[in-house]
């Protein structure tokens, strides 16, 4: 990796740690999603905008990765951003994650890493929302780093329209389970590696059961 690489990526992630740890979350929680719809350009050239918390982290970091001007990158910052700030993190979870995040340094590159990653790739916006949901879910010790990089490998591979067949799935008398086959549906699970086909059974593991109850469940609420 060369220098202007290696001080673009540092930059990317003194931003990240920023809007994850230090803003007042709460002052862009209630920013409208036609809002998220605009171009950062249109955004930072509004009077009332452009002084948003929400949209001083999006420019910074789109500032500092000018190597990635895309539109859908930006579009994933913000809405990263606005499904984070509206997760309810657990006071004592939020410090014991500080402690380790401050000392533990390949930690805190790799959680920076994760979503600094992941933001550039999305296809669409809700998988931002998504990680966000698994981010506040990590912060609150609902799951350990380990299967929080499982569930993202696992999100970036499954295709949205999945999303709607798992919570069919999640509300029926077996949750996670059926013998009702929907071959087009499963084959959305099993391309993202989160299902396996028993016989008639079709079961969703683990990490696709955590990967919608903290990540694709809370976009509903």
Excluded: W
């Excluded at 591979?157 to 999303?163: C, D, G, I, T, V």
């Amino acid at each position: 990796m060369n220098k202007d690489k290696a001080s673009t990526n540092d930059e990317l992630r003194s931003e990240l740690e920023a809007g994850l740890l230090k803003l007042d979350l709460s002052d862009f929680a209630n920013i409208g999603e036609d809002v998220l719809e605009l171009s950062l350009d249109v955004l930072l050239e509004d009077d009332i905008l452009k002084d948003a918390p929400l949209v001083g982290v999006a420019a910074k970091l789109y500032s500092a990765g000018s190597k990635i001007h895309m539109y859908h990158v930006q579009k994933n910052i913000l809405h990263f951003f606005q499904e984070y700030s509206h997760g309810a993190i657990n006071q004592s979870k939020r410090e014991e994650f500080l402690a380790r995040f401050q000392d533990d340094q390949k930690y805190r590159r790799d959680v920076l890493d994760i979503i600094l990653i992941s933001l550039t790739k999305y296809h669409d916006a809700i998988q931002a929302r998504v990680l966000a949901n698994l981010i506040v879910a990590h912060l609150n010790g609902l799951m350990d780093f380990q299967q929080l990089r499982a569930c993202e490998f696992a999100l970036n591979m499954l295709n949205p329209l999945a999303y709607q067949y798992l919570d069919v799935l999640a509300k029926s008398e077996t949750p996670f389970v059926t013998n009702r086959p929907d071959r087009n549906q499963e084959a959305l699970l099993f391309s993202a590696g989160i299902a396996s086909r028993d016989g008639f059974q079709l079961r969703v593991s683990s990490i696709g059961q955590d990967l919608f109850v903290q990540g694709i469940k809370p976009l509903a609420s």
